[in-house]
């Protein structure tokens, strides 16, 4: 079956850096690529995701990368705020099932 | 819509005790999912339904855990019987079509003592 690695397992900045995340896949089959952010307490969120035929997505300050030939998938995120302190995961899906890697706790600090 | 709904949203029972959790999918999605949340383990795929029909189970950790999706409205997950060790949070999710956005409801924190 599909494994998601992801890194860090943890992303300190400061407000109004850049941060980055990391995941690698192993199925090639996998072609939907969704980012999740879950804030303490609550449900995961859909946040951007990204489809095979597309190497690169944006949304404001938001945006992910994809390198098929890798099987590596990234998140950035421009111009930090506190509010974006939360637990992202990524996940990767061929079929019809999400795998999800293990979560990048992010924090930003004032 | 709603939302995906479930419940309860804490449940704290005593170990050997049989526990029931409830999902309400939103309306029109035929995937759905069953998923558990450890701090250890992250976020496990337990079991997935397509049109009610049961199509992976394979994450389902033991024959303490059965799951069923009675119809398009409705599926529980139920532990019995219940060990410390299952305590988690346990997320519901549906989608539509195959690779579709997956909404997760807002949880069930199980705590068994």
């Known amino acids: 079956g599909e494994n998601v690695e992801q890194h860090p397992s943890t992303l300190s900045v400061q407000e109004g850096d850049s941060a980055v995340i990391k995941c690698t896949y192993s199925?090639?089959?996998?072609?939907?690529f969704p980012w999740y952010k879950q804030e303490l307490g609550k449900r995961p969120q859909l946040i951007i995701d990204?489809?095979?035929?597309?190497g690169e997505k944006k949304d404001q300050r938001i945006a992910v990368t994809l390198n098929k030939t890798a099987k590596h998938f990234s998140l950035h995120i421009t111009e930090t705020q506190p509010e974006d302190s939360a637990v992202y995961f990524c996940?990767?899906?061929?079929?019809?099932?999400?795998?999800f890697g293990k979560g990048t706790m992010l924090l930003v600090s004032p | 819509d709603a939302g995906v709904i479930q419940s309860p949203r804490h449940e704290v029972t005593e170990m050997g005790q049989e526990v029931t959790l409830r999902c309400k999918p939103i309306s029109g999605h035929d995937y759905l999912f069953w998923y558990r949340q450890t701090m250890m383990r992250g976020l496990e795929l337990l079991i997935y339904?397509?049109?009610?029909?049961?199509?992976?189970d394979s994450g389902m950790p033991e024959d303490r855990f059965s799951a069923k999706m009675p119809n398009a409205s409705f599926s529980t997950l139920k532990i019995q019987p219940s060990e410390p060790r299952d305590s988690a949070v346990y997320f519901c999710?549906?989608?539509f079509g195959d690779g579709g956005e997956a909404f997760f409801g807002q949880g069930t924190r199980l705590t068994v003592v």
């Open positions: 999710a549906s989608s």
């Open positions: 990204i489809r095979s035929n597309v």
């Open positions: 339904f397509n049109n009610n029909v049961p199509i992976d």
């Open positions: 199925d090639s089959a996998s072609n939907y």
């Open positions: 996940a990767a899906s061929g079929y019809s099932t999400l795998t």
